[in-house]
């Protein structure tokens, strides 16, 4: 597996374990009403699990699964520039209750999330072809 793809899951399973560990203290909260600022942690749970988790797994493991053509896996710097917007929008999220001009900050981090992904898309089209497309040029 390459490093890249190491990081990729690595991250995901720590996105994994604080976004269980968040829901797990809202939904300890909706049963026994303990800390009302339990709820501040909601975008974050959600965040943190969706696209923490899901999305950082599926690119992880599209970067290492995705057809080679040649020796390189493509744009592997907007590979890992994706890797770092996502990560800094996951904790701008985070942050956000936290910051003056809250919505402010939660939207800078959606951007940086939405950046992420757009810069993968670019990583990852060269190495999408049709089936049965010869690949020599």
Do not use: C
């Not at 501040?40 to 995705?66: C, E, K, N, Q, R």
């Not at 770092?84 to 936290?98: C, D, E, Q």
């Amino acid at each position: 597996m390459p490093r890249l793809s190491v990081w990729y899951v690595r991250a995901s399973l720590v996105y994994l374990g604080l976004g269980s560990t968040f829901g797990a203290l809202l939904l300890s909260h909706k049963g026994i009403p303990w800390a009302g600022w339990t709820w501040t942690l909601l975008p974050s749970h959600m965040d943190w699990v969706l696209f923490g988790w899901i999305t950082l797994l599926a690119t992880g493991i599209g970067y290492w699964i995705l057809p080679r053509f040649g020796v390189r896996r493509g744009r592997e710097r907007w590979a890992w520039a994706a890797f770092y917007l996502m990560n800094g929008g996951l904790w701008l999220v985070f942050l956000a209750p936290w910051l003056p001009g809250e919505a402010w900050w939660f939207a800078v981090g959606r951007g940086l999330e939405t950046a992420s992904v757009l810069a993968f898309v670019y990583h990852a089209w060269p190495r999408v072809k049709p089936l049965m497309v010869s690949t020599k040029q």
